[in-house]
């Protein structure tokens, strides 16, 4: 009879949880450890780090954030897109074991404040498995989606599943003059912002505020997980953008392109050349960010599926 599944949890990462973890095919940037380091550090929480197993194997990691008060009457606790499966787990047996688990936990009751965003694809059976446990839809939180893009194969594959518009305006930037640069200790994390800002106030989009991308930076910088791309046009920047390294996975966290980056194509550039970095950094599959369907940002969702990406949607957000 296959045993349930365990899960050790410790306040800091252990070495066979850190070993697992880069084992990961797609382990997602809000459960890496320098992610919850920053966040417990801006909201004053604390990281705890499970380690799940069957039998006494390892089968993925989950990242949890939580907050305590009056001995712990008051109790907050977060798990956001995750856990994380090594391959070859995370079939319905072992969601439905660690819903079992995670409810052993953190059972919900009064004065406790549980959000459940789980890494688990939207599909018939995942919501049929998520309504039997009867937890509550968190409703003011919609279905978090994002677009992910392997970087599997070579260059002529990644070519091939572009977009023909894509194709032809990297062909452009091609012919412009453009050069790219790295930056992997955050230099030239000041003009990126700056420049970020001053995009958000242009357009009005929503993104992450820059007191909370400046304590992301503070964690992924020293751990050697920060990447910054800048598109030099005549020596001077025309368009940046921000990525996390987690485990074999790698996000877009924010990007800028100015108005005469706009010009010569400058973030197709970007995008494109830091395809073929990240795979040279053994990364695996890249994380585009979220995606909405506000018509603000609905230019930027086009740009990103031009690449050939892949659209994921996570179950609802629940209690």
Same mark, same amino acid.
Request: proline share 6%; charged share 20%.
């Given at each position: 009879?296959?045993?349930?599944?365990?899960?050790?949890?410790?306040?800091?990462?252990?070495?066979?949880?850190?070993?697992?973890?880069? /084992?990961? %095919? *797609?382990? *997602?940037?809000?459960?890496?450890?320098?992610?919850?380091?920053?966040?417990?550090?801006?909201?004053?929480?604390?990281?705890? &780090?499970?380690?799940?197993?069957?039998?006494?194997?390892?089968?993925?990691?989950?990242?949890?954030?939580?907050?305590?008060?009056?001995?712990?009457?008051? /109790?907050?606790?977060?798990?956001?897109?995750?856990?994380?499966?090594? *391959?070859?787990?995370?079939?319905?047996?072992?969601?439905?074991?660690?819903?079992?688990?995670?409810?052993?936990?953190? %059972?919900?009751?009064?004065?406790?404040?549980?959000? *459940?965003?789980?890494?688990?694809?939207?599909?018939?059976?995942?919501?049929?498995?998520?309504?039997?446990?009867?937890?509550?839809?968190?409703?003011?939180?919609?279905?978090?989606?994002?677009?992910?893009?392997?970087?599997?194969? @070579?260059?002529?594959?990644?070519?091939?599943?572009?977009?023909?518009?894509?194709?032809?305006?990297?062909?452009?930037?091609?012919?412009?003059?453009?050069?790219?640069?790295?930056?992997?200790?955050?230099?030239?994390?000041?003009?990126?912002?700056?420049?970020?800002?001053?995009?958000?106030?242009?357009?009005?989009?929503?993104?992450?505020?820059?007191?909370?991308?400046?304590?992301?930076?503070?964690? &992924?910088?020293?751990?050697?997980?920060?990447?910054?791309?800048?598109?030099?046009? @005549?020596?001077?920047?025309?368009?940046?953008?921000? &990525?996390?390294? /987690?485990?074999?996975?790698?996000?877009?966290?924010?990007?800028?392109?100015?108005? @005469?980056?706009?010009?010569?194509?400058?973030? /197709?550039?970007?995008?494109?050349?830091?395809?073929?970095?990240?795979?040279?950094?053994?990364?695996?599959?890249?994380?585009?960010?979220?995606?909405? @369907?506000?018509?603000?940002?609905?230019?930027?969702?086009?740009?990103?599926?031009?690449?050939?990406?892949?659209?994921?949607?996570?179950?609802?957000?629940?209690?």
């Amino acid at each position: 009879m296959t045993q349930k599944i365990d899960i050790r949890w410790s306040p800091a990462p252990s070495p066979l949880w850190l070993e697992t973890w880069r /084992h990961l %095919p *797609t382990p *997602t940037v809000l459960q890496d450890p320098c992610y919850a380091r920053a966040m417990a550090i801006m909201n004053r929480q604390q990281a705890r &780090f499970g380690l799940i197993t069957r039998d006494g194997q390892p089968l993925g990691t989950v990242t949890i954030l939580e907050a305590r008060a009056l001995g712990g009457l008051l /109790h907050a606790v977060i798990l956001d897109r995750g856990p994380c499966w090594l *391959t070859g787990a995370g079939g319905i047996q072992d969601w439905k074991d660690f819903c079992a688990a995670w409810d052993q936990y953190a %059972p919900l009751r009064p004065l406790r404040k549980r959000r *459940t965003m789980l890494e688990m694809p939207d599909s018939p059976s995942a919501l049929a498995l998520l309504t039997a446990t009867k937890w509550p839809k968190i409703t003011q939180m919609p279905a978090y989606q994002t677009l992910m893009l392997s970087l599997a194969g @070579d260059v002529e594959s990644w070519r091939a599943r572009l977009r023909p518009d894509f194709r032809q305006r990297l062909n452009k930037a091609d012919c412009a003059g453009l050069t790219l640069s790295w930056d992997t200790v955050g230099t030239t994390l000041p003009w990126l912002l700056q420049a970020y800002q001053a995009d958000k106030a242009e357009k009005g989009y929503q993104g992450p505020r820059v007191e909370t991308i400046l304590g992301l930076c503070a964690a &992924f910088g020293p751990a050697g997980q920060l990447r910054i791309a800048r598109v030099l046009k @005549d020596g001077v920047p025309v368009a940046a953008g921000l &990525f996390f390294l /987690h485990g074999r996975g790698a996000t877009y966290q924010i990007g800028v392109v100015l108005k @005469d980056g706009r010009a010569a194509c400058a973030n /197709h550039f970007l995008m494109w050349h830091a395809l073929a970095y990240l795979r040279d950094a053994e990364i695996d599959n890249l994380d585009l960010g979220g995606v909405n @369907d506000e018509d603000t940002m609905a230019g930027v969702t086009a740009f990103k599926q031009a690449l050939g990406s892949r659209f994921l949607r996570l179950v609802p957000v629940y209690g």
